[in-house]
């Protein structure tokens, strides 16, 4: 496995797969670089897809305790693109992934290519919230009480080895912890208008982690930004819905230089 080396030098695992303009997967709260299998082989047919596991996640050490914020997630996903040997890449992040992404496209504005945020929001404290049902759910580390806020019924009964496979993750209870209040203290609602890159916000209706109000404010704050509403879509609509795929691909291909 390759490793990229931070600042803080925790190692984070990552890999690649495809030819043509760098894609980079940022992926969610905890959530190990597996967890994109199923979208990894059409997307390698066009781009060179790189995925990484977060720090503390799977095959990556845990680094130092203080840099478990979403900023911080930005400069490791940078970090990886370092290590690629990659200066400038379109940038896919899924929930907390998709809340790193939004620092990267503000403070490493030259890396990011184009950015999609999928499920995901620039802050619980500002935006609108989760209710304690959701939250308690998201917490308890039950696949039973968790599945249903990120999968339809029909996608799981068709799905079972992906799902089982998305929520398999490989961390400490101190890591889960650490990513868990990374994302409830992520706040970027004030630097959206910043972002320069071309941005493409995809969003279920029944978004129960995300409510799907964040990503009408995120699309009014970000410049020219593309919002696409899923209706019926959960959490990990990237996965459920198929189209979300197909929207993806058209996206990065009219961004694509």
Avoid: C
Wanted: proline share 5%; glycine share 10%; net charge neutral.
């Amino acid at each position: 496995m390759k490793k990229a080396v931070t600042p803080d030098g925790a190692e984070l695992a990552w890999t690649e797969e495809g030819r043509g303009e760098p894609l980079l997967l940022v992926a969610g709260q905890a959530t190990g670089m597996a967890g994109w299998d199923p979208v990894v082989p059409g997307l390698a047919r066009s781009f060179r897809v790189i995925r990484f596991d977060h720090r503390g996640i799977g095959a990556s050490s845990e680094g130092s305790a203080e840099n478990y914020t979403t900023r911080a997630f930005a400069a490791d996903a940078v970090a990886v693109l370092d290590a690629v040997g990659v200066h400038r890449a379109h940038v896919y992040g899924h929930s907390m992934g998709g809340r790193a992404a939004q620092w990267m496209a503000v403070d490493f504005p030259s890396r990011v290519a184009s950015l999609v945020l999928a499920a995901t929001s620039a802050g619980d404290a500002r935006g609108p919230g989760r209710s304690a049902a959701a939250t308690a759910a998201l917490t308890s580390g039950d696949p039973a009480r968790m599945v249903p806020l990120f999968f339809s019924p029909a996608f799981v009964e068709r799905n079972p080895g992906v799902v089982a496979a998305f929520f398999r993750v490989q961390a400490s209870a101190a890591v889960k912890s650490r990513h868990f209040r990374a994302s409830r203290l992520h706040d970027a609602w004030d630097v959206l208008a910043q972002i320069q890159a071309p941005t493409l916000i995809i969003h279920g209706s029944e978004d129960a982690l995300a409510p799907a109000a964040n990503a009408v404010a995120m699309a009014e704050r970000i410049p020219g930004a593309q919002l696409i509403k899923v209706d019926g879509g959960r959490h990990g609509l990237h996965l459920d819905d198929g189209r979300v795929q197909t929207w993806i691909e058209d996206f990065l291909s009219l961004v694509a230089t």
